[in-house]
Nanobody, 122 residues
Framework: VQLQASGGGLVQAGGSLRLSCAAS????????MAWFRQVPGKEREFVAS????????DYADFVKGRFTISRDNVENTVYLQMNSLKVEDTAVYYC????????????????WGQGTQVTVSS
């Protein structure tokens, strides 16, 4: 299984970005797909997840109403639409896949993308 994350960049506060996570080598109708983020010196933190079997989504409180996780079954891709970005959203964003009963816990995921940098300026 390979995950390829892309879409990061530099944006001003209040702006938007869309991250993509292209999955290969996986049946794109199983697993939980998720986005995490990490800043230097801190642990990787949960951002959002999507259960491919039933389209259930879950979000960290600090992104609710601003970020949306979605998928494209044809492209085997999961997206993270990020709106109303804040300076504190600056981080490296990682996509992950796996079977887990604790989607907020990074240790439950088996496969990880390489990370994409998101920088929000004031």
């Amino acid at each position: 299984v390979q995950l390829q994350a892309s879409g990061g960049g530099l944006v001003q506060a209040g702006g938007s970005l869309r991250l993509s996570c292209a999955a290969s080598g996986v049946t794109f109708r199983s697993y939980i797909m998720a986005w995490f983020r990490q800043v230097p010196g801190k642990e990787r933190e949960f951002v959002a997840s999507l259960t491919l079997g039933n389209d259930d989504t879950d979000y960290a409180d600090f992104v609710k109403g601003r970020f949306t996780i979605s998928r494209d079954n044809v492209e085997n891709t999961v997206y993270l639409q990020m709106n109303s970005l804040k300076v504190e959203d600056t981080a490296v964003y990682y996509c992950a896949a796996g079977w887990t009963v604790t989607p907020h816990d990074a240790t439950g995921y088996t496969w990880w993308g390489q990370g994409t940098q998101v920088t929000v300026s004031s």
